[in-house]
Nanobody, 119 residues
Framework: QLQLVESGGGLVQPGGSLRLSCAAS????????IGWFRQAPGKEREGVSC????????NYADSVKGRFTISRDNAKNTVYLQMNSLKPEDTAVYYC????????????WGQGTQVTVSS
């Protein structure tokens, strides 16, 4: 079973940046499409970004286009989500998950990491 661990969340001021990491052990993460999802209090979970196997194809929610970048580092077996120009509405628990074909139907989830954007 694929096990994913997120890290990198925290408290940041509006306009600031954070980089989230999604690491796996025991498997080659590049074999999997990996998605980032988020859920804010009282709101439904939403897909943020996804990167296909091999890393050649990525997609983003409209709300984060131009501000967030998803990438892979195969040497570190890690997928990253670089988040710039953060806004208070980006506040949520962020999860990475295996998402076959970036279909939006994730299979295996990490435990989540809290991102809070506040002054």
């Amino acid at each position: 079973q694929l096990q994913l661990v997120e890290s990198g969340g925290g408290l940041v001021q509006p306009g600031g940046s954070l980089r989230l990491s999604c690491a796996a052990s025991g498997v080659t993460l590049d074999y999997y499409a990996i998605g980032w999802f988020r859920q804010a209090p009282g709101k439904e979970r939403e897909g943020v970004s996804c990167i296909r196997r091999g890393g050649g194809i990525t997609n983003y929610a409209d709300s984060v286009k131009g501000r967030f970048t998803i990438s892979r580092d195969n040497a570190k077996n890690t997928v990253y989500l670089q988040m710039n120009s953060l806004k208070p509405e980006d506040t949520a628990v962020y999860y990475c998950a295996s998402d076959p074909g970036c279909s939006g139907y994730p299979a295996y989830w990490g435990q989540g990491t809290q991102v809070t954007v506040s002054s």
